[in-house]
Every structure is written in structure tokens, then in C-alpha cells.
Nanobody
């Protein structure tokens, strides 16, 4: 089992920046691929970004490519999402997730952190 706790969400103006974090505990963090997802009101949860266990490979949704950066610090068992040039449509609850292999479904989820971008 992996426990995931997000933090760092909040209210920011359009064009601003925010960094959210996901602290993991319970198992060896570096064994897991990590991802970020988000869910806006009335919409399905969608993929935002993912990162390989060693941080070498990263993947982004087209809607955030060039604006968001995913990273991880295995020594701190923490994953990050740096969000720049935020837009009102980025408003959502952001969830971190973990899985044991690239070709598996995400198995562990955090409780989410709210990000609100005002226009």
C-alpha cells in the first residue's frame, strides 16, 4: 500500500503560477510511476502528467504541455507539479496517483487538492 497526500492547492489569478506536491508513504516511493490527474466540476477526471520511477521520462496532456512541469524527489518521497501560465480552465481538483509499472492502471490515489484560477 502507498498513501498519497496532496498539498499546495489554492486560489491564483490567471497567468499566475502554483506548485502542488504529493507526499508518499508506506512503500518505496522510487518503485512507482507517478501521475497527476484533475477533475473539474461536471467533468470526467482527466490525465495531466506522469513521470517514470527515476524521473527520466515525463508525459503531458496536450492542454498543459509547455506550461506544467512534473518532477519528483525520491529522497523525499514527493512528487511535484509546477503549474505556470495558469488559465481559468485549469480550475479543478488535482489528484496524484501511483502505479507499479508503466503498463498498469494507477492503483493508489490521493484525496485531491483544489486549484482555482480566477479570470
Amino acid at each position: 500500500q502507498v498513501q498519497l497526500v496532496e498539498s499546495g492547492g489554492g486560489l491564483v489569478q490567471a497567468g499566475g503560477s502554483l506548485r502542488i506536491s504529493c507526499a508518499a508513504s508506506g512503500r518505496t516511493f522510487s518503485n512507482y510511476y507517478m501521475g497527476w490527474f484533475r477533475q473539474a466540476p461536471g467533468k470526467e477526471r482527466e490525465f495531466v502528467a506522469a513521470i517514470s520511477w527515476n524521473g527520466v521520462s515525463t508525459y503531458y496532456a496536450e492542454s498543459v504541455k509547455g506550461r506544467f512541469t512534473i518532477s519528483r524527489d525520491n529522497a523525499k518521497s514527493t512528487e511535484y507539479l509546477q503549474m505556470n501560465s495558469l488559465k481559468p480552465e485549469d480550475t479543478a481538483v488535482y489528484y496524484c496517483a501511483a502505479k507499479r509499472a508503466f503498463n498498469r492502471e494507477y492503483e493508489f490515489w490521493g484525496q485531491g487538492t483544489q486549484v482555482t484560477v480566477s479570470s
